[in-house]
Nanobody, 124 residues
Framework: QVQLVESGGGSVQAGGSLRLSCATS????????TGWFRQAPGKEREGVAV????????LYADSVKGRFTISQENANLTVYLEMNSLKPEDTAMYYC?????????????????WGQGTQVTVSS
């Protein structure tokens, strides 16, 4: 059974840092594209960052460029999101998701498997 499990969320003050982890299991083949998404109360889910395992390419939302870094380790089974200079507007539930194939963008609708999410709260 395919599983994605997020961890590392928590409460921090503005300017602080958190590192989210997404551990995957149950796959027989490597998933090509893994991404982080977030959803704040009353808002739509938005793509934060994605990474393509084969091409090693990364894509970030404009709102997090220069502050967040996505990376992948452990034979592509764990994906991290390093979040620095956090702002109150980064407060949301953060999800990781993945998909097979060459496309790797920030549109959540194309991702196939999802974790349960981890909450990030940034206070001012």
């Amino acid at each position: 059974q395919v599983q994605l499990v997020e961890s590392g969320g928590g409460s921090v003050q503005a300017g602080g840092s958190l590192r989210l982890s997404c551990a995957t299991s149950g796959y027989t083949d490597r998933r090509d594209c893994t991404g982080w998404f977030r959803q704040a109360p009353g808002k739509e889910r938005e793509g934060v960052a994605v990474i393509h395992a084969g091409r090693k390419t990364k894509l970030y939302a404009d709102s997090v460029k220069g502050r967040f870094t996505i990376s992948q380790e452990n034979a592509n089974l764990t994906v991290y999101l390093e979040m620095n200079s956090l702002k109150p507007e980064d407060t949301a539930m953060y999800y990781c998701a993945d998909r097979a194939g060459t496309w790797c963008g920030l549109a959540s609708v194309w991702f196939e498997s999802w974790g349960q999410g981890t909450q990030v709260t940034v206070s001012s």
